[in-house]
C-alpha cells in the first residue's frame, strides 16, 4: 500500500509504444513511467505487447519493476531515504 497519493501527470505515444508518467503529490523529482512497448517474436513474424514500470529520478532510470504498485513503493522508499 502506497503512503503518498499519485496522480497522472503525462501521457504521449500511440496504441503500440506509449509512455504514462505519474508523480507523488508535492514531489516532482521522482516520476513513475509505465511503458508499454512491442517486443518482436522470436521467429520475426509479429510481436506482443510488453508493459514496464520505471521510476526515473533526475532524469535518469533509477529501477525497473513488473507491477506500478511495486514502482510506486520503490520510489516511495527513495523518498524516505530508506534505499
Request: glycine share 10%.
Amino acid at each position: 500500500m502506497t503512503k503518498y497519493n499519485w496522480k497522472k501527470v503525462g501521457k504521449s505515444g500511440d496504441e503500440k509504444q506509449m509512455t504514462v508518467s505519474y508523480q507523488m503529490e508535492g514531489k516532482p523529482h521522482i516520476t513513475v513511467e509505465s511503458r508499454r512497448r512491442q517486443i518482436p517474436h522470436a521467429n520475426g513474424i509479429g510481436s506482443w505487447t510488453f508493459t514496464s514500470y520505471f521510476v526515473v529520478m533526475g532524469g535518469y532510470d533509477i529501477a525497473e519493476k513488473n507491477r506500478l504498485i511495486d514502482a510506486e513503493e520503490y520510489a516511495e522508499k527513495l523518498e524516505d531515504g530508506e534505499l
